[in-house]
Protein backbone atom coordinates (compact mmCIF):
# COMPACT_ATOMS: atom_id res chain seq x y z
CA UNK A 1 0.00 0.00 0.00
CA UNK A 2 0.99 3.53 -1.12
CA UNK A 3 2.24 5.47 2.23
CA UNK A 4 0.50 9.07 0.85
CA UNK A 5 -2.60 9.31 2.51
CA UNK A 6 -5.04 11.20 0.63
CA UNK A 7 -8.12 11.56 2.56
CA UNK A 8 -8.87 13.21 6.34
CA UNK A 9 -12.04 13.37 8.43
CA UNK A 10 -11.85 16.10 10.95
CA UNK A 11 -14.65 15.55 13.82
CA UNK A 12 -16.08 19.22 14.38
CA UNK A 13 -19.36 17.97 15.29
CA UNK A 14 -18.74 18.96 19.43
CA UNK A 15 -20.91 21.36 21.63
CA UNK A 16 -18.22 23.39 22.96
CA UNK A 17 -19.54 23.62 26.23
CA UNK A 18 -16.26 24.63 27.56
CA UNK A 19 -15.87 28.17 25.78
CA UNK A 20 -18.60 29.20 27.30
CA UNK A 21 -20.69 31.75 25.87
CA UNK A 22 -18.05 31.63 22.48
CA UNK A 23 -19.43 28.38 21.37
CA UNK A 24 -22.83 29.89 21.24
CA UNK A 25 -21.99 31.92 18.04
CA UNK A 26 -19.56 29.81 16.48
CA UNK A 27 -18.79 26.30 16.32
CA UNK A 28 -15.00 25.41 17.91
CA UNK A 29 -13.90 24.72 14.57
CA UNK A 30 -14.21 28.66 13.45
CA UNK A 31 -12.58 29.86 16.10
CA UNK A 32 -10.45 32.56 14.61
CA UNK A 33 -6.62 31.45 15.54
CA UNK A 34 -4.72 34.54 14.53
CA UNK A 35 -6.10 35.95 11.02
CA UNK A 36 -7.89 32.41 9.95
CA UNK A 37 -10.26 30.30 11.65
CA UNK A 38 -8.94 27.08 13.55
CA UNK A 39 -10.18 24.80 10.65
CA UNK A 40 -8.30 26.60 7.92
CA UNK A 41 -4.87 25.86 9.88
CA UNK A 42 -6.09 22.15 9.89
CA UNK A 43 -6.87 22.30 6.47
CA UNK A 44 -3.54 23.38 5.62
CA UNK A 45 -1.31 21.33 7.27
CA UNK A 46 -3.25 18.33 5.99
CA UNK A 47 -2.60 19.69 2.10
CA UNK A 48 0.99 19.67 2.81
CA UNK A 49 1.22 16.27 3.94
CA UNK A 50 -0.37 16.02 0.57
CA UNK A 51 -4.33 15.59 1.80
CA UNK A 52 -6.56 15.83 -1.33
CA UNK A 53 -10.00 15.24 0.35
CA UNK A 54 -11.74 15.77 3.72
CA UNK A 55 -14.46 14.92 5.15
CA UNK A 56 -15.58 17.65 7.89
CA UNK A 57 -18.62 15.42 10.37
CA UNK A 58 -20.91 18.51 11.93
CA UNK A 59 -23.56 19.27 14.10
CA UNK A 60 -23.64 21.82 16.16
CA UNK A 61 -23.54 24.90 14.22
CA UNK A 62 -22.94 22.58 10.99
CA UNK A 63 -24.71 25.21 8.67
CA UNK A 64 -22.00 27.98 9.02
CA UNK A 65 -18.92 25.29 9.42
CA UNK A 66 -20.39 24.13 5.91
CA UNK A 67 -20.56 27.43 4.90
CA UNK A 68 -16.81 28.47 5.40
CA UNK A 69 -15.59 25.10 4.27
CA UNK A 70 -17.89 24.95 1.02
CA UNK A 71 -16.58 22.60 -1.36
CA UNK A 72 -13.07 23.22 -0.17
CA UNK A 73 -11.60 25.36 -3.85
CA UNK A 74 -10.76 28.35 -1.80
CA UNK A 75 -8.12 25.65 -0.07
CA UNK A 76 -6.73 23.81 -3.24
CA UNK A 77 -8.51 20.78 -1.83
CA UNK A 78 -11.93 18.88 -1.84
CA UNK A 79 -13.92 19.17 1.50
CA UNK A 80 -17.19 17.28 1.56
CA UNK A 81 -19.76 16.78 4.80
CA UNK A 82 -21.26 14.13 6.98
CA UNK A 83 -24.16 16.54 8.64
CA UNK A 84 -25.12 14.48 12.63
CA UNK A 85 -28.73 14.88 12.91
CA UNK A 86 -28.02 14.05 16.84
CA UNK A 87 -24.50 13.88 18.54
CA UNK A 88 -23.05 10.31 18.19
CA UNK A 89 -20.05 11.40 19.83
CA UNK A 90 -16.29 11.08 18.76
CA UNK A 91 -17.14 7.52 17.01
CA UNK A 92 -20.78 7.50 16.05
CA UNK A 93 -20.10 8.89 12.13
CA UNK A 94 -17.29 6.14 11.03
CA UNK A 95 -20.39 3.46 10.88
CA UNK A 96 -22.25 5.38 8.31
CA UNK A 97 -18.76 6.93 6.47
CA UNK A 98 -17.05 3.43 5.99
CA UNK A 99 -17.78 2.93 2.46
CA UNK A 100 -17.17 6.49 1.80
CA UNK A 101 -13.54 6.46 2.94
CA UNK A 102 -10.23 4.80 1.80
CA UNK A 103 -8.42 1.90 3.49
CA UNK A 104 -6.35 4.25 5.06
CA UNK A 105 -6.76 7.89 6.38
CA UNK A 106 -6.56 10.50 8.98
CA UNK A 107 -8.94 11.55 11.69
CA UNK A 108 -8.34 14.92 13.55
CA UNK A 109 -10.37 16.23 16.30
CA UNK A 110 -11.80 19.53 15.59
CA UNK A 111 -10.52 21.55 18.17
CA UNK A 112 -7.18 21.03 18.08
CA UNK A 113 -4.64 23.42 16.44
CA UNK A 114 -1.54 21.37 15.35
CA UNK A 115 1.84 21.73 12.95
CA UNK A 116 2.65 17.94 12.53
CA UNK A 117 4.64 16.05 9.83
CA UNK A 118 2.45 13.52 9.10
CA UNK A 119 4.72 12.14 6.83
CA UNK A 120 6.97 11.14 9.44
CA UNK A 121 3.46 9.50 10.79
CA UNK A 122 2.38 7.95 8.62
CA UNK A 123 6.02 5.91 7.83
CA UNK A 124 5.89 4.95 11.46
CA UNK A 125 2.21 3.67 10.83
CA UNK A 126 3.32 1.75 7.55
CA UNK A 127 6.31 0.07 9.45
CA UNK A 128 4.21 -1.40 12.33
CA UNK A 129 1.11 -3.95 12.04
CA UNK A 130 -1.77 -2.10 13.14
CA UNK A 131 -5.03 -0.77 12.47
CA UNK A 132 -4.66 2.43 14.22
CA UNK A 133 -1.81 4.60 14.65
CA UNK A 134 -2.43 7.48 17.41
CA UNK A 135 -0.36 10.48 17.97
CA UNK A 136 0.69 10.37 21.95
CA UNK A 137 2.92 13.09 23.58
CA UNK A 138 3.50 14.70 26.89
CA UNK A 139 0.87 17.74 28.01
CA UNK A 140 0.63 19.80 31.03
CA UNK A 141 -3.07 18.86 32.07
CA UNK A 142 -2.45 15.20 32.01
CA UNK A 143 -5.20 14.89 34.56
CA UNK A 144 -8.29 15.61 31.95
CA UNK A 145 -6.42 13.94 29.21
CA UNK A 146 -6.67 10.15 27.94
CA UNK A 147 -3.44 9.02 28.97
CA UNK A 148 -2.10 6.40 26.94
CA UNK A 149 0.54 2.68 27.88
CA UNK A 150 3.18 2.20 25.29
CA UNK A 151 4.86 -1.48 25.53
CA UNK A 152 7.78 -2.51 22.97
CA UNK A 153 7.72 -1.11 19.95
CA UNK A 154 4.74 1.46 20.26
CA UNK A 155 2.35 -0.87 20.84
CA UNK A 156 -0.75 0.56 23.33
CA UNK A 157 -1.57 -1.25 25.91
CA UNK A 158 -4.20 0.83 27.33
CA UNK A 159 -5.81 4.09 27.59
CA UNK A 160 -6.83 5.19 30.70
CA UNK A 161 -10.02 7.66 30.65
CA UNK A 162 -9.38 11.30 31.60
CA UNK A 163 -11.51 11.87 34.53
CA UNK A 164 -11.56 9.30 36.30
CA UNK A 165 -9.27 8.13 39.50
CA UNK A 166 -6.12 7.34 38.98
CA UNK A 167 -4.23 5.50 41.33
CA UNK A 168 -0.50 5.42 41.49
CA UNK A 169 2.46 6.96 39.44
CA UNK A 170 2.08 7.40 36.12
CA UNK A 171 3.50 8.07 32.22
CA UNK A 172 2.73 11.76 31.18
CA UNK A 173 1.99 10.70 27.58
CA UNK A 174 -1.33 12.06 26.85
CA UNK A 175 -3.85 10.84 23.05
CA UNK A 176 -3.24 14.00 20.94
CA UNK A 177 -6.23 13.55 19.02
CA UNK A 178 -4.54 12.94 15.53
CA UNK A 179 -5.23 9.35 14.17
CA UNK A 180 -3.84 7.20 11.00
CA UNK A 181 -6.66 4.52 10.76
CA UNK A 182 -7.42 1.80 8.52
CA UNK A 183 -11.01 1.48 7.51
CA UNK A 184 -10.96 -2.24 8.36
CA UNK A 185 -11.18 -0.92 12.26
CA UNK A 186 -14.51 0.44 11.30
CA UNK A 187 -15.52 -3.43 10.17
CA UNK A 188 -18.93 -4.09 11.92
CA UNK A 189 -19.15 -0.38 13.10
CA UNK A 190 -23.31 0.68 13.33
CA UNK A 191 -24.82 3.41 11.32
CA UNK A 192 -26.47 5.86 13.57
CA UNK A 193 -25.50 4.81 17.04
CA UNK A 194 -23.51 7.19 19.48
CA UNK A 195 -19.66 5.34 19.55
CA UNK A 196 -16.77 6.76 21.18
CA UNK A 197 -13.56 6.62 18.83
CA UNK A 198 -11.03 5.17 21.98
CA UNK A 199 -13.49 3.55 23.91
CA UNK A 200 -16.04 1.84 21.31
CA UNK A 201 -13.02 1.14 18.52
CA UNK A 202 -10.27 2.01 19.71
CA UNK A 203 -9.87 -0.43 22.73
CA UNK A 204 -11.26 -3.91 21.27
CA UNK A 205 -8.07 -3.63 19.39
CA UNK A 206 -5.65 -2.90 22.10
CA UNK A 207 -6.15 -6.51 23.12
CA UNK A 208 -4.95 -8.16 19.50
CA UNK A 209 -1.66 -5.48 19.28
CA UNK A 210 -3.46 -3.58 16.26
CA UNK A 211 -2.91 -0.33 17.93
CA UNK A 212 -0.21 2.01 18.51
CA UNK A 213 1.29 5.12 19.56
CA UNK A 214 3.52 7.59 17.73
CA UNK A 215 5.53 9.76 19.86
CA UNK A 216 6.11 13.52 18.99
CA UNK A 217 7.50 16.24 20.02
CA UNK A 218 5.39 18.79 17.83
CA UNK A 219 2.56 21.20 18.69
CA UNK A 220 -0.96 19.85 19.17
CA UNK A 221 -2.79 21.46 21.29
CA UNK A 222 -6.66 21.89 21.67
CA UNK A 223 -8.32 25.18 22.07
CA UNK A 224 -11.78 23.45 24.70
CA UNK A 225 -11.16 26.29 27.22
CA UNK A 226 -11.04 29.82 27.37
CA UNK A 227 -7.55 29.25 29.27
CA UNK A 228 -6.38 27.17 25.90
CA UNK A 229 -7.69 29.07 23.59
CA UNK A 230 -5.49 32.36 24.70
CA UNK A 231 -2.21 30.10 24.63
CA UNK A 232 -2.96 28.81 21.99
CA UNK A 233 -3.74 32.27 20.23
CA UNK A 234 -0.10 33.39 21.91
CA UNK A 235 1.91 30.43 20.67
CA UNK A 236 0.73 31.01 16.93
CA UNK A 237 1.38 34.37 16.61
CA UNK A 238 4.98 33.99 18.06
CA UNK A 239 5.66 31.51 15.79
CA UNK A 240 6.02 28.76 18.14
CA UNK A 241 3.30 26.21 16.26
CA UNK A 242 5.57 26.34 12.93
CA UNK A 243 8.58 26.39 15.30
CA UNK A 244 7.81 23.10 16.49
CA UNK A 245 7.41 20.75 13.73
CA UNK A 246 9.39 18.15 12.47
CA UNK A 247 9.64 19.79 9.41
CA UNK A 248 11.74 21.64 10.50
CA UNK A 249 15.19 21.67 12.53
CA UNK A 250 14.65 21.65 16.32
CA UNK A 251 16.58 23.25 18.74
CA UNK A 252 16.74 20.97 22.35
CA UNK A 253 17.94 21.17 26.08
CA UNK A 254 19.47 18.15 27.14
CA UNK A 255 19.36 17.59 30.93
CA UNK A 256 20.72 15.09 33.53
CA UNK A 257 18.27 14.19 35.87
CA UNK A 258 19.86 13.69 39.68
CA UNK A 259 21.43 16.88 40.69
CA UNK A 260 19.82 18.43 37.95
CA UNK A 261 16.03 17.95 37.87
CA UNK A 262 15.30 16.70 41.57
CA UNK A 263 17.68 16.99 44.46
CA UNK A 264 21.05 14.79 44.79
CA UNK A 265 20.87 11.77 47.36
CA UNK A 266 23.19 9.87 45.66
CA UNK A 267 21.74 6.69 43.85
CA UNK A 268 18.02 6.77 43.95
CA UNK A 269 16.82 3.34 43.83
CA UNK A 270 13.03 3.71 44.97
CA UNK A 271 10.49 6.32 44.23
CA UNK A 272 10.93 7.93 47.77
CA UNK A 273 14.31 9.60 47.24
CA UNK A 274 13.09 11.12 44.41
CA UNK A 275 12.03 14.92 44.92
CA UNK A 276 11.69 17.74 41.99
CA UNK A 277 13.59 21.28 43.39
CA UNK A 278 11.70 24.25 42.72
CA UNK A 279 13.91 25.88 40.17
CA UNK A 280 13.25 22.55 38.08
CA UNK A 281 9.73 23.14 37.64
CA UNK A 282 10.18 27.02 36.64
CA UNK A 283 12.81 25.88 34.31
CA UNK A 284 10.74 23.26 32.20
CA UNK A 285 7.77 26.02 32.61
CA UNK A 286 9.97 28.43 30.47
CA UNK A 287 10.76 25.82 28.32
CA UNK A 288 7.88 24.35 27.40
CA UNK A 289 6.40 28.00 26.66
CA UNK A 290 9.26 27.92 24.26
CA UNK A 291 10.20 26.53 20.98
CA UNK A 292 12.96 24.47 22.67
CA UNK A 293 12.51 20.93 23.02
CA UNK A 294 13.27 19.46 26.93
CA UNK A 295 15.16 16.12 26.87
CA UNK A 296 16.40 14.00 29.92
CA UNK A 297 19.45 11.62 29.18
CA UNK A 298 20.47 9.59 32.72
CA UNK A 299 23.18 7.34 33.49
CA UNK A 300 21.28 5.16 35.99
CA UNK A 301 23.73 2.39 37.11
CA UNK A 302 20.82 1.20 40.01
CA UNK A 303 20.11 -1.78 37.40
CA UNK A 304 23.71 -2.82 36.94
CA UNK A 305 24.55 -2.44 40.68
CA UNK A 306 21.33 -4.81 41.70
CA UNK A 307 19.67 -1.61 43.33
CA UNK A 308 16.62 -1.70 41.43
CA UNK A 309 14.96 -3.64 38.51
CA UNK A 310 14.23 -1.76 35.27
CA UNK A 311 10.58 -1.97 36.57
CA UNK A 312 11.75 -0.48 38.97
CA UNK A 313 13.76 2.26 37.51
CA UNK A 314 10.40 2.83 35.22
CA UNK A 315 8.15 3.64 38.47
CA UNK A 316 10.79 6.41 39.74
CA UNK A 317 10.37 7.71 36.42
CA UNK A 318 6.51 7.60 36.35
CA UNK A 319 6.65 9.67 39.73
CA UNK A 320 9.28 12.02 37.93
CA UNK A 321 6.17 12.23 35.00
CA UNK A 322 3.08 12.88 37.63
CA UNK A 323 4.70 15.28 39.69
CA UNK A 324 5.58 17.37 37.07
CA UNK A 325 2.43 17.01 35.54
CA UNK A 326 0.30 17.47 38.32
CA UNK A 327 2.26 21.07 38.31
CA UNK A 328 1.98 22.00 34.86
CA UNK A 329 4.82 21.27 33.36
CA UNK A 330 6.72 17.91 31.69
CA UNK A 331 9.92 16.95 29.58
CA UNK A 332 9.37 16.18 26.32
CA UNK A 333 10.90 12.80 26.04
CA UNK A 334 13.80 10.98 29.00
CA UNK A 335 16.49 8.50 27.69
CA UNK A 336 18.63 6.44 30.60
CA UNK A 337 21.26 4.04 30.36
CA UNK A 338 20.97 1.21 32.84
CA UNK A 339 24.68 -0.19 32.29
CA UNK A 340 27.79 -0.10 34.52
CA UNK A 341 31.04 -0.99 32.86
CA UNK A 342 32.91 -2.16 35.95
CA UNK A 343 31.64 -6.05 37.39
CA UNK A 344 32.35 -8.08 39.99
CA UNK A 345 30.55 -6.58 42.97
CA UNK A 346 28.22 -8.86 45.12
CA UNK A 347 24.39 -8.69 44.02
CA UNK A 348 24.94 -6.98 40.78
CA UNK A 349 23.11 -7.55 37.78
CA UNK A 350 25.21 -9.10 35.10
CA UNK A 351 23.22 -8.23 32.39
CA UNK A 352 23.79 -4.84 32.74
CA UNK A 353 27.37 -5.39 33.99
CA UNK A 354 28.75 -4.38 30.50
CA UNK A 355 30.55 -1.63 28.66
CA UNK A 356 28.47 0.69 26.05
CA UNK A 357 27.92 3.42 24.34
CA UNK A 358 25.06 4.96 25.82
CA UNK A 359 26.56 5.63 29.53
CA UNK A 360 27.65 9.09 29.39
CA UNK A 361 29.80 10.79 28.21
CA UNK A 362 28.80 8.78 25.66
CA UNK A 363 26.45 10.01 23.10
CA UNK A 364 24.10 7.48 21.62
CA UNK A 365 21.34 8.11 23.49
CA UNK A 366 21.59 12.21 22.44
CA UNK A 367 22.07 10.60 19.28
CA UNK A 368 19.00 8.43 19.21
CA UNK A 369 17.06 11.44 20.28
CA UNK A 370 18.83 13.68 17.54
CA UNK A 371 17.27 10.98 15.09
CA UNK A 372 13.83 10.43 16.48
CA UNK A 373 13.15 14.47 16.71
CA UNK A 374 15.00 15.80 13.84
CA UNK A 375 17.55 17.81 16.34
CA UNK A 376 20.22 20.22 15.09
CA UNK A 377 22.81 19.23 18.17
CA UNK A 378 25.30 22.23 17.33
CA UNK A 379 22.48 24.78 17.85
CA UNK A 380 21.44 22.80 20.90
CA UNK A 381 22.33 22.67 25.02
CA UNK A 382 23.23 20.10 27.39
CA UNK A 383 22.81 20.80 31.11
CA UNK A 384 23.60 18.92 34.30
CA UNK A 385 25.37 18.90 37.62
CA UNK A 386 28.88 16.91 36.68
CA UNK A 387 31.41 17.11 34.68
CA UNK A 388 30.34 14.10 33.07
CA UNK A 389 27.78 16.20 32.02
CA UNK A 390 30.06 19.01 30.32
CA UNK A 391 32.07 16.38 28.49
CA UNK A 392 29.09 14.69 27.12
CA UNK A 393 27.55 17.94 25.79
CA UNK A 394 31.10 18.40 24.10
CA UNK A 395 31.33 15.06 22.81
CA UNK A 396 28.02 15.71 20.78
CA UNK A 397 28.85 19.17 19.84
CA UNK A 398 26.57 20.84 22.15
CA UNK A 399 26.90 24.01 24.49
CA UNK A 400 27.36 23.63 27.62
CA UNK A 401 26.31 24.53 31.00
CA UNK A 402 27.72 23.11 34.29
CA UNK A 403 25.12 23.54 37.51
CA UNK A 404 26.20 24.32 41.15
CA UNK A 405 23.37 22.61 42.20
CA UNK A 406 24.09 18.72 43.05
CA UNK A 407 28.03 17.50 42.74
CA UNK A 408 28.16 21.13 41.23
CA UNK A 409 31.30 19.51 39.31
CA UNK A 410 33.02 18.03 42.10
CA UNK A 411 33.15 14.80 40.30
CA UNK A 412 36.48 16.09 38.46
CA UNK A 413 35.95 13.01 36.32
CA UNK A 414 37.13 14.99 32.91
CA UNK A 415 39.16 18.63 32.81
CA UNK A 416 36.87 19.96 31.04
CA UNK A 417 35.18 23.76 31.40
CA UNK A 418 31.37 24.20 30.51
CA UNK A 419 30.36 27.56 28.51
CA UNK A 420 28.63 29.05 31.46
CA UNK A 421 28.30 27.51 35.33
CA UNK A 422 25.34 29.11 37.04
CA UNK A 423 23.31 28.67 40.55
CA UNK A 424 20.51 26.41 39.40
CA UNK A 425 18.50 25.28 36.72
CA UNK A 426 16.22 28.27 36.14
CA UNK A 427 19.46 30.54 35.90
CA UNK A 428 20.95 28.08 33.33
CA UNK A 429 17.33 28.11 31.23
CA UNK A 430 17.67 32.03 31.14
CA UNK A 431 21.20 31.97 29.80
CA UNK A 432 19.57 29.24 26.74
CA UNK A 433 16.26 31.28 26.14
CA UNK A 434 17.81 34.75 26.10
CA UNK A 435 19.87 33.88 23.15
CA UNK A 436 18.72 35.38 20.09
CA UNK A 437 19.78 32.55 17.27
Not at 104 to 127: K, N, P, Q
Not at 273 to 281: C, F, G, I, P, S
Request: charged content about 25%.
Amino acid sequence: MSQQIDTAVILAGGLGTRLGGLAHRIPKALVPVGDRPLLAHQIGCLRRAGVTRVVVVTGHLAEKIEEFGGDGGQFGLAVEYFREATPLGTGGAFGALRDRLPERFFVLYGDVLFDVDLGRMTRFHSAHPGLATLLVHPNDHPADSDLVTLGPGGVVTDIVPKNVGRIGWHRNLVNAGVFVLERALLDGAPVGARRDLERDLLAPAIPRGEVYGYRSTEYVKDLGTPARLELVRRHAASGLVAARSLRRPQRAVFLDRDGTLNEHVGLVSEPGQLRVTEDAYAALAALNDSDRLSIVVTNQPVVARGHCSLAGLDEIHRKLETELGDRGVYVDDLFFCPHHPDAGFPGENPLYKVPCDCRKPGTALIEEAAERYHIDLSASWFIGDTTVDVQTGRNAGMRTILLRTGEAGTDAKHAVAADHTVDDLKAATKIVLDERT
